[in-house]
């Protein structure tokens, strides 16, 4: 999967887990460690390939968004250490994003990575996965602002 549906899903458990404690302290004790969980499971959501430019549209773009908007919410490191830690399985296995970037010189680990089976997205449902995950980081966003 890529990185913006697991962000946005880190970002929705440590949001709702502040929503639920009050407390910044408790939504980073429970909630980090819940949002890597999560990426594991999100990868029985199996997407399809995209291409380099669609990969700067619905992943690369997207990321930035997310990143303005942390800055935005009053909650930057927050927002932050959900990215990482919804992001977290795949930094170690693809070596902070060097695969991707230098796919001959650098091989991705399977280390985190071992669902051959679960549900495949066309690439229509990759592309809705990207857009819906965008609009729901604005929203956890705007209820972070409202903390």
Known sequence: ?????HATTGLAITT????????????F???IPLAIASHY??????????????IILYDIVPSLIYFVLALLS????LMMASWVAGTLLDL???????????????????????????????LKQT??????????????MLVLKQL
């Open 16 to 27: 709702a887990t502040y929503v639920i404690t009050q407390d910044e302290s408790l939504a």
């Open 92 to 122: 170690i296995d693809k070596k902070l994003g060097l695969t991707v970037l230098f796919p001959k010189k650098f091989k991705t680990l399977r280390f985190l990575h071992n669902q051959k089976n679960g549900i495949r997205f066309t």
């Open 127 to 140: 592309k809705i996965a990207s857009v819906v995950s965008t609009i729901i980081t604005i929203g956890m």
């Open 1 to 5: 999967m890529y990185s913006n549906p």
């Open 74 to 77: 009053g909650h930057f490191w």
């Open 41 to 54: 499971f999100l990868d029985y959501l199996i997407e399809s390939h995209l291409s380099k430019k669609e």
């Open 29 to 31: 004790a429970i909630g």
